[in-house]
């Protein structure tokens, strides 16, 4: 599975943008997806995390009702649309995938990332 990320950018506080993940390779075993940051110096966050159907969301609490994750599996894309920017959310975003494998009764988890995508949110 190979995950490329676009979208991000440079923004203005009080801003939009929206990340896009392309999902590409054994698509059809993807289970969860999310969307993590990291700001230079900190560590890597979760943002959003999403069901393999989309029916499901859970947001960090510092961006619950301003950014939203959806995903079209019939394109094998994830969305993460950001509104109401803080400079204080700049950062490298990065996609992540789960991929669950089962072998001989063994099951096995993958673990994917996207290279990131710097969003970044001037005052």
């Known amino acids: 599975v190979q995950l490329v990320e676009s979208g991000g950018g440079l923004v203005q506080a009080g801003g939009s943008l929206r990340l896009s993940c392309a999902a590409s390779?054994?698509?059809?075993?993807?289970?969860?997806m999310g969307w993590y940051r990291q700001a230079p110096g900190k560590q890597r966050e979760l943002v959003a995390a999403i069901t393999s159907g989309g029916s499901s969301t859970n947001y960090a609490d510092s961006v619950k009702g301003r950014f939203t994750s959806s995903r079209d599996n019939a394109n094998n894309t994830m969305y993460l649309q950001m509104n109401s920017l803080k400079p204080e959310e700049t950062a490298v975003y990065y996609c992540k995938a789960d991929r669950w494998t089962v072998s001989f009764g063994r099951l096995t988890k993958y673990i994917y990332w996207g290279q990131g995508a710097q969003v970044t949110v001037s005052s």
């Open positions: 390779g054994s698509t059809f075993s993807i289970n969860a």
